[in-house]
């Protein structure tokens, strides 16, 4: 539908006319920065990825130390708590039978 003012047809008076599709509007060739900069804005990118890695690394490294750490409290702790136990040994065997079960329960073995 034609009309012949230099209003649009749909009243929308606030839109302009598009002269370009949007896929060609982003396609400046001009603003491309020069070789020396791409390699400077690249070593520094490494520098940072490198410095970023050997954070991590050295934080691995802590977790590691302190579980190693953590387990030989662990085992010391036991070895501590079965060295101090009161323990009673049986030397008749047959009064295993007569013991009942929820005490049996509790015995061990070593």
């Not at 060295?83 to 047959?94: D, G, H, P, S």
Request: glycine residues 2%; aromatic residues 2%.
């Amino acid at each position: 539908m034609v009309k012949h003012s230099a209003k649009p047809v749909s009243g929308r008076v606030w839109k302009q006319k598009k002269e370009k599709r949007f896929s060609a509007l982003g396609n400046d060739t001009s603003i491309k920065t020069s070789f020396e900069k791409r390699m400077v804005l690249k070593k520094q990118k490494q520098n940072i990825k490198d410095l970023a890695a050997q954070i991590q690394e050295e934080k691995s490294l802590k977790e590691a130390l302190k579980r190693k750490r953590q387990e030989e409290n662990k085992t010391r702790r036991a070895e501590n708590e079965r060295k101090c136990e009161v323990t009673q040994k049986i030397t008749n065997t047959k009064k295993l039978k007569k013991i009942k079960k929820k005490n049996l329960r509790t015995v061990e073995t070593r």
